[in-house]
């Protein structure tokens, strides 16, 4: 059939187009679709209000601009649930390009909660070794980190007094876009026992089910999506949630794609004359 | 010429993994000290890794390679943010902290973007029911699409119900297996490598 060869030869840029619209429109004109909480993002934000105030957490934004609008939201979100529980939070990253991410993180949540540097947080910075840095955390903190990202002793740190490893961390944040995940779950909570909560690209947290099934994670934030429901539970209209309008938008639009690519070339050929999954370049 | 390394990588694997079951203080400490090296280590890898980039990136320009000009981008990009890291720091507000707002963030967001496109075309052209396992797949990302965001919960109240019971359920234990197999696969090629079977770590011969 004509029309259907016509729509299988649909021009790409067309796709393209409809997925910028797609994107754009409820960015613009948001339309704040309801999030339902997931019972992995409501143990996540459980295992954060449970800490008393005082106790201190220390949170990894083990990402980078690539990933930074599904993990950015998860982050701000944490730290002013955090900082609203007058909970202390030892920051830091293991990428270098994640500095200026969680500074800006830091900064956003700290303006928002009126929290305040060296008393409600600390930034610790960047440090080169993924299994190294996680495990000399749980020896010496301060042989890791003997300053913090702007140069100060954490000696002279208020907020890190008596603090040294992670028997005096209530709870460990990794929000990841990458194997750094795996070395804190086998490391951070594997041999030093610390209770943690992951956070991840919705890409990547399938691959971590098993350990909240273990509980060797308490929580799993996943994607954009756990970010939106993590706001959610916070009472926050933050960019995560601002973001699910174009997600959700966006998946209709690929899923709608599909099926009439999968119509149209029934329509051509017959079932076992089309290509299987992946048998054509994008 | 290769008993040394060899000898290296043996020590270094069957001690530190024997730290790793011994609680006493002293075997703590140190394992402490070798955490410290391994620290110096890490740092002299980074150095090497910009060395390297700087010789590779040098002979693309000297000898006029394809994409010399990228190059020329690269290592002058190296230079200047480095020496105004140097010069300056790095904090926000300082003249790296401007460039990564201005340059690197936006740059890293747009190409990891550019992912929603193309895996949509791809989807278009490629994703198709040609049999019962390709069917399967297909019905099943649709499900999980559509029931993963919020307009799901809209459509039917049932689709988040259902996707969670994928994801706890078939997915759970795919996701179990593939990661028992991975360690014992780990743990072999990390026995092969610390009693000297596997040695493509030391290079061409």
Same mark, same amino acid.
């Given at each position: ?12 840029? /067309?796709?393209?187009? &409809? ?66 529980? !007058? ?46 840095? /996680? ?44 194997? +750094? ?15 943690? /909560? ?85 | ?37 391994? &620290? ?5 890898? &980074? ?9 590779? !990136? ?25 020496? &105004? ?40 052209? +490629? ?79």
């Amino acid at each position: 059939m004509v029309w259907a060869r016509r729509l299988l030869a649909l021009d790409r840029r /067309i796709i393209f187009a &409809l997925i910028a619209l797609g994107v754009i429109v409820p960015l613009l004109l948001p339309i704040n679709l309801p999030v339902a909480v997931s019972p992995r993002v409501r143990a996540a934000f459980d295992a954060v209000d449970a800490l008393p105030a005082g106790s201190v957490v220390l949170l990894s934004m083990d990402y980078e601009p690539d990933t930074m609008a599904e993990l950015t939201p998860m982050s701000v979100a944490i730290l002013r649930h955090c900082f609203r529980k !007058h909970v202390k939070v030892a920051a830091m990253t293991l990428y270098p390009a994640g500095v200026g991410l969680g500074e800006q993180a830091l900064n956003q949540a700290s303006r928002d909660e009126r929290a305040v540097r060296n008393t409600d947080y600390v930034w610790l910075g960047y440090k080169s070794g993924f299994q190294v840095v /996680i495990l000399g955390i749980g020896e010496n903190l301060r042989a890791i980190f003997p300053v913090d990202g702007y140069g100060t002793p954490l000696d002279s740190i208020p907020m890190l007094r008596g603090v040294n490893s992670y028997r005096q961390m209530s709870l460990v944040v990794n929000l990841t876009a990458s194997s +750094a995940a795996d070395y804190w779950i086998q490391f951070a909570q594997g041999r030093y026992h610390a209770p943690m /909560i992951l956070g991840s690209t919705a890409v990547m947290a399938t691959d971590y089910y098993p350990y909240l099934s273990s509980r060797q994670i308490l929580g799993l934030i996943g994607g954009m999506k756990g970010a939106a429901e993590y706001e959610r539970l916070i009472d926050v209209f933050g960019n995560g949630r601002r973001g699910m309008d174009a997600q959700s938008l966006v998946h209709v639009i690929v899923v709608l794609l599909v099926i009439v690519g999968n119509v149209a070339l029934f329509a051509s050929r017959g079932w076992k004359g089309g290509r299987g999954v992946g048998g054509v370049a994008p | 010429m290769r008993r040394g390394p060899l000898l290296v990588t043996f020590l270094s694997g069957t001690v530190i993994a024997a730290l790793f079951f011994i609680p006493h203080h002293k075997a703590q400490e140190f394992n402490s000290t070798l955490l410290g090296w391994t &620290l110096v280590v890490y740092a002299f890898a &980074l150095a090497l890794g910009s060395l390297s980039l700087w010789e590779n !990136h040098a002979r693309k320009i000297r000898t006029r390679s394809e994409g010399w000009p990228y190059s020329l981008v690269t290592l002058g990009a190296l230079l200047i943010v480095t020496g &105004l890291g140097i010069w300056k720091g790095v904090a926000e507000g300082t003249p790296v902290g401007r460039i990564y707002n201005s340059v690197n963030s936006p740059l890293g967001s747009t190409m990891f973007s550019l992912l929603a496109f193309v895996i949509a075309s791809a989807a278009f052209r +490629a994703f198709r029911a040609r049999s019962p396992e390709a069917t399967l797949l297909l019905l099943t990302a649709i499900v999980m699409m559509i029931g993963r965001v919020s307009i799901g919960e809209l459509m039917s109240d049932k689709l988040p119900g259902i996707t969670e019971w994928l994801l706890d359920v078939p997915n759970l234990a795919a996701k179990r297996a593939i990661a028992i197999g991975v360690g014992l696969g780990a743990v072999s090629t990390a026995l092969k490598i610390i009693l000297g079977i596997e040695r493509s770590y030391l290079g061409r011969s």
